[in-house]
């Protein structure tokens, strides 16, 4: 309860602090591939796609261009291909993808922004499903299967690039595309049936990448400094009276 407490007044001292503070809700489509060395008989994803992931963003804009920014996004349902055999699917998937990174404003004008960020990435991914056991299936009793329980965790730099289009000063449409490169990773794996279930955990150092296209909605919340309600260039110009005509002698 303190440490949820305190992480409170965190926040709330931070955007106290902030020019603006803003709320973002997205979806994306992540696309993972990894490469790192493992050790020797342990089977390695290759590539992960994923359905659609579901995201929430805080930024907190220390001035009109630079800010830090928290993004996060969950995803279910996603299906893994490169294991063996490579006709499995997942039946549980839970994967969650985090980026910390101050952002710099690197084109603003009243309607469009192109925020820049780069910092650290994490990525958190848990799975569950089924593979074929050949060894103990047959002709006459076919469909034995190992449950095969994975979890995931990598760690390293993540980077984005995106675009803000402003319908009013508070309220944005956002398209972005955010990579990373981690470089390290550690897996837990589980496999067995029934009760002889077998695990093992290990860490390794390799380069895993991927690609994230977003789109998604903003809001922004401005403190005392709040601009004036019409951009200047968007201000309609005050009609000015034709000069009065002079009356003919």
């Known amino acids: 309860m303190k440490k949820t407490m305190s992480l409170l007044l965190v926040f709330m001292l931070i955007t106290a602090m902030s020019y603006a503070f803003e709320v973002q809700l997205s ?8 490469n790192g060395k493992e050790e020797s008989g342990h089977i390695e994803d290759k590539t ?7 995201g929430m963003g805080f930024m907190f804009n220390l001035t009109e261009r630079v800010g830090f920014g928290l993004f996060e996004d969950v995803s279910f349902g996603r299906k893994l291909f490169g294991t063996s055999p490579t006709d ?4 549980s998937l839970f994967t969650s993808d985090t980026l910390l990174a101050p952002v710099f404003n690197i084109y603003d004008s009243q309607r469009l922004k192109v925020p820049f960020g780069i910092g650290l990435h994490f990525l958190y991914f848990a799975g569950d499903h089924w593979e074929p056991n050949y060894l103990n299936s047959s002709l006459t009793s ?3 299967y190992n449950l095969r329980k994975e979890k995931l965790f990598q760690l390293g730099l993540g ?9 009013t000063q508070t309220l944005y449409m956002l398209a972005s595309t955010t990579m990373y490169f ?3 990773n550690h897996r837990n794996l589980e496999v067995g049936v029934g ?8 860490s ?13 909605i903003g809001i922004r919340f401005y403190g005392s400094s709040q601009p004036e309600e019409a951009p200047p260039e968007e201000a309609a110009a005050e009609e000015v009276p034709p000069p009065e005509e002079e009356p003919a002698l």
């Open 48 to 54: 992960d796609l994923a359905a659609i992931a579901l």
């Open 204 to 216: 390794s150092w390799g380069i895993h990448w991927g690609v994230k296209p977003t789109l998604g």
């Open 159 to 167: 980077t984005f690039l995106g675009l803000e289009y402003y319908f």
């Open 27 to 34: 979806a994306s489509v992540p696309v993972h591939f990894a």
């Open 182 to 184: 981690d470089i390290f």
């Open 142 to 144: 076919p469909g034995v």
């Open 195 to 202: 009760n002889n279930n077998v695990s093992d955990s290990w």
């Open 88 to 91: 499995s699917d997942f039946y």
